[in-house]
């Protein structure tokens, strides 16, 4: 069974930093595309940054330059770097395993509130 373990997500001030951590049990995970994905609450969840198995990287309009994604295959691990942070990106950010750029898996969500 196929387990993500969010961790990282906290209450910062606006301008300052997070960053996400994804631990995946999974022996394929090299081959995989990850992504970070972010909830509001009654809304819909929402793509935020992905990478694939090669490195390659993309992100939502509202968090380029702000955002990165990166990702360790050694440790079944990626990552989410968030700096300037802003209200907006208040929200539960969940980390997911992908096929052909679908989510496949799911992980718990972590919660990341950004309040000054």
């Known amino acids: 069974q196929v387990r993500l373990v969010e961790s990282g997500g906290g209450l910062v001030q606006p301008g300052e930093s997070l960053t996400l951590s994804c631990v995946v049990s999974?022996?394929?995970?090299?081959?995989?595309?990850m992504a970070w994905y972010r909830q509001y609450p009654g809304k819909e969840r929402d793509f935020v940054a992905g990478?694939?198995?090669?490195?390659?990287?993309r992100y939502v309009d509202s968090v380029k330059g702000r955002f990165t994604i990166s990702r360790d295959n050694a440790q079944n691990t990626v990552y989410l770097q968030m700096n300037s942070l802003k209200p907006e990106d208040t929200a539960v950010y969940y980390c997911?395993?992908?096929?052909?750029?679908?989510?496949?898996?799911w992980g718990q969500g972590t919660q990341v509130t950004v309040s000054g």
């Open positions: 997911t395993m992908m096929s052909d750029w679908s989510p496949r898996h």
């Open positions: 999974e022996n394929t995970f090299q081959i995989n595309t």
């Open positions: 990478i694939t198995a090669g490195g390659r990287s």
